[in-house]
């Protein structure tokens, strides 16, 4: 399968901790897109990033969220000290180029974290 | 500010019915839209897209959304519903094609009635 790899599917924390969910791209894509999904609700953009380079972080929390992607292994994001509010799913995405009208983006099954 | 709108958070349908899913727009650049779908515990596939071409956009399994900008609409279809369209489907909307960002609308689960 040469999706969308994110792992783990399912996160389990409790609050305090720290939260790692990994996400490899398609083969060939070099964009990662993170949103998050909120119960009952849509989507939300978080960031974008390319490879070693943060292009558009406007949706990522002002603290305890980071993300990269390195030049070497998957796009990271990070959550520390989690709190009850960032239960949620969390997805990725990836495109091969910037021009997301041509090619749209493809998304990840997701990883759902539970915050204890 | 750039959103879409996706009117009725539930739609239930019997099976062979027609669906009917809105999503409206509102963006002052040329749009770009988008319908996925999301079946449970699932990431999110594309439906179809629009992208300044053709106004109706014919996509997989038998979906298909037109494009209207004096409505700002991009309402999705299916003529004859079958069970296994039974899903959540979320209307997307590109504002800036060149950071990429997708908008969503809040999603509209669909059920099937057999």
């Known amino acids: 399968n040469a999706g969308v790899m994110q792992n783990p599917r399912h996160l389990v924390r409790r609050r305090g901790q720290e939260a790692r969910l990994r996400c490899s791209p398609m083969?060939?894509?070099?964009?990662v897109y993170w949103y998050r999904q909120l119960p009952e609700e849509g989507l939300k953009f978080m960031v974008y990033?390319?490879?070693?380079?943060?292009?558009?972080e406007s949706g990522m929390p002002k603290e305890r969220f980071s993300a990269e992607f390195p030049k070497e292994g998957p796009s990271i994001l990070r959550i520390q000290q989690v709190v009850r509010g960032d239960s949620a799913a969390y997805f990725c995405?990836?495109?091969?180029?910037?021009?997301?009208?041509?090619?749209?983006?493809?998304f990840g099954d997701g990883t759902r974290l539970s915050i204890l | 500010a750039q959103s879409v709108t996706q009117l009725g958070s539930h739609v239930s349908v019997s099976e062979g019915a027609l669906v009917l899913l809105r999503c409206n727009y509102s963006?002052?650049?040329?749009?770009?839209l988008f319908w996925y779908v999301q079946y449970p515990n699932q990431g999110l596939q594309l439906l179809l897209k629009?992208?300044?071409?053709?106004?109706l956009v014919k996509g997989i399994n038998g979906f298909e959304a037109e494009f209207k900008k004096s409505e700002t609409s991009f309402h999705l279809t299916k003529p004859s519903a079958h069970m296994s369209d039974a899903a959540e489907y979320f209307c997307?909307?590109?504002?800036?094609?060149?950071?990429?960002?997708?908008?969503f609308g809040r999603g509209t689960q669909l059920t099937v009635w057999p």
């Open positions: 963006s002052s650049v040329p749009p770009y």
């Open positions: 083969k060939g894509h070099s964009h």
């Open positions: 997307a909307h590109l504002g800036d094609s060149t950071l990429g960002r997708l908008y």
């Open positions: 990033l390319q490879k070693e380079n943060i292009i558009d």
């Open positions: 995405a990836s495109s091969p180029h910037a021009r997301t009208g041509d090619q749209p983006q493809h």
């Open positions: 629009y992208t300044s071409a053709a106004t």
